[in-house]
C-alpha cells in the first residue's frame, strides 16, 4: 500500500468535482441547478450536495471529529455559499491526505458497522461514490442538452502520470 498513490487517486476526484462544477454547473440557469429530478438524490444541487456532505463525513469519521454545523444546503439556492463550503470540505480532506504514511492504510480507524473497513477500504469507496454521483449529474445535464466529456481515472492519468 502507498499512500502517495491515494494522494493521486483524490487528485483526481478534486479535479473531477472542480471540472463539473466549473464548466458545466456553473452555467446552468437556477432553475436547471435546482430541477426536481425523480431519481437517486434529486436535483443537480441535491446529487452535488451530497457528495460533499458524504465527502465531509466519512473524513471527519477518520479524523475521529464531529462534522461541522453547517446548514442545510439542500434548502439553499446560492451556489457561491455551496461552492465555499465545498471547498472547506475538500481543503480539510486534503489536509488529511497530507498527512497520510503507507503503514496507516492497512489500519482499521472507524468503530461502529464501519469497524472492520480498511482505511485503504474508505478512501477507494469515497472516490467510487463520487464517481457515481457525478455520472448521475452528468446524466441530468445531459437530459438538459449539455455535453459532457467523460470522467474515467485513465484520461486523468494520461495528463497527469
Do not use: C
Request: glycine share 4%.
Amino acid at each position: 500500500m502507498n499512500a502517495d498513490l491515494f494522494r493521486h487517486f483524490y487528485a483526481y476526484h478534486f479535479s473531477e468535482n472542480r471540472a463539473l462544477w466549473d464548466q458545466f454547473i456553473a452555467p446552468l440557469t437556477q432553475e436547471q441547478f435546482e430541477q426536481p429530478v425523480d431519481y437517486s438524490q434529486g436535483s443537480v444541487r441535491n446529487q452535488l450536495v451530497h457528495l460533499m456532505e458524504v465527502d465531509e463525513a466519512w473524513f471527519s469519521d477518520l479524523r475521529g471529529v464531529q462534522i461541522p454545523e453547517s446548514p442545510d444546503f439542500t434548502t439553499i439556492s446560492d451556489r457561491a455559499q455551496i461552492r465555499a463550503h465545498w471547498d472547506t470540505v475538500e481543503q480539510f480532506m486534503r489536509d488529511y491526505l497530507a498527512d497520510l504514511q503507507d503503514d496507516m492504510l492497512l489500519e482499521k480507524p472507524l468503530q461502529g458497522e464501519d469497524e472492520n473497513l480498511f482505511l485503504w477500504q474508505v478512501l477507494l469507496h469515497v472516490v467510487n461514490h463520487g464517481t457515481d454521483h457525478r455520472a448521475q449529474v452528468r446524466r441530468v445535464l445531459h437530459d438538459l442538452g449539455v455535453r459532457t466529456p467523460p470522467q474515467d481515472y485513465i484520461f486523468y492519468t494520461y495528463e497527469h502520470p
